[in-house]
């Protein structure tokens, strides 16, 4: 998986009953496969398999449940395409068996910041790693969250997740850092990320965004989740002028051609006529 010369899509697989925008739709395990060779063929690059809901207010889920969840499907999925996986948790003993059962990648919601020890199994599987900001925990990062300084804090707390890779085995350059849009932020402060997004680039990585269908959008827009495609698309075109190189969406094919154009635009000198 090469980053860099376009902007890569992730396909977001929730196997869970909760999510806050397709919750309980992929709980089978036949429909989750489905749906993630149906994203593998409209393009996604990468499909992200998550057995435990992080919406706002959720509670966490015991590691026997989550790997219940995730691993046949992450099989199924490896035997049917070559699509990389990654594997969206917080637990070591579950991305552990999800990268045995064919993922790739290790997506961290909590940036390595509640268990170094998936770093250790991240490196023992010589596997990427996404490192997200969050601030609080799913259950209470949006009571009143505060920044004195936005960008600074979360440019801090990613900084401090790099460290906990290196320290655990994982090179830096094997790892991706996520400013985490509605994880602990208020519609403001996620406005205002997507608009200084291009500061990350002093942690010198790949920087990867989850826009997708998230409250602000509903709040900006009025519209359900089912219905943010359109207001999804303009924050993806946003964040790619601004420097993201890998995109966490619900809606591949629409998303593909916002990737496009957003990376020819950005890119418009290296265009044949």
């Known amino acids: 998986m090469t980053l860099g010369p376009r902007t890569l899509v992730m396909g977001i697989l929730n196997v869970t009953p909760d999510s806050f925008s397709d919750g309980g739709r992929f709980l089978d395990a036949s429909a989750a496969v489905e749906h993630a060779l149906e994203m593998a063929e409209d393009g996604a ?8 809901s992080t919406r706002p207010g959720a509670d966490s889920v015991p590691a026997a449940e989550e790997l219940r969840r995730v691993v046949p499907v992450i ?26 059962a064919g993922a790739s990648i290790v997506n961290d919601v909590t940036g390595l910041h509640a ?14 790693v996404v490192a997200m900001h969050i601030k609080g925990t799913p259950r209470t990062m949006q009571q009143h969250p505060v920044y004195y ?10 900084r401090r997740s790099i460290a906990i890779a290196v320290e655990n085995g994982v ?37 990867l965004v989850g826009s997708s269908r998230k409250s602000t959008i509903g709040k900006v827009t009025g519209k359900p989740p089912g219905r943010r495609t359109y207001g999804t698309a303009a924050t993806i075109a946003i964040c790619i002028a601004n420097g993201a190189s890998i995109v966490r969406v619900h809606d591949i094919a629409e998303t593909l051609d916002v990737v496009k154009m957003a990376d020819a635009i950005r890119r418009w000198q290296e265009w044949k006529d």
């Not at 690059?45 to 435990?52: C, H, Q, T």
């Open 45 to 52: 690059d990468i499909i992200d398999v998550g057995g435990e």
């Open 75 to 100: 099989e199924r999925i490896c035997a049917a395409t070559a699509v990389h996986v990654s594997i969206d948790t917080t637990k070591p003993e579950v991305a552990r068996a999800a990268l045995a």
């Open 115 to 128: 268990d170094a020890a998936l770093a250790r199994v991240a490196a023992e599987f010589c596997a990427p």
């Open 149 to 158: 300084d936005l960008m600074g804090e979360i440019a801090a707390y990613l």
């Open 171 to 207: 090179p830096a350059s094997q790892v991706i850092v996520d400013p985490g849009i509605g994880f602990g932020k208020t519609v403001r402060h996620n406005l205002e990320v997507m608009a200084r997004l291009g500061e990350l680039a002093s942690l010198g990585r790949p920087i």
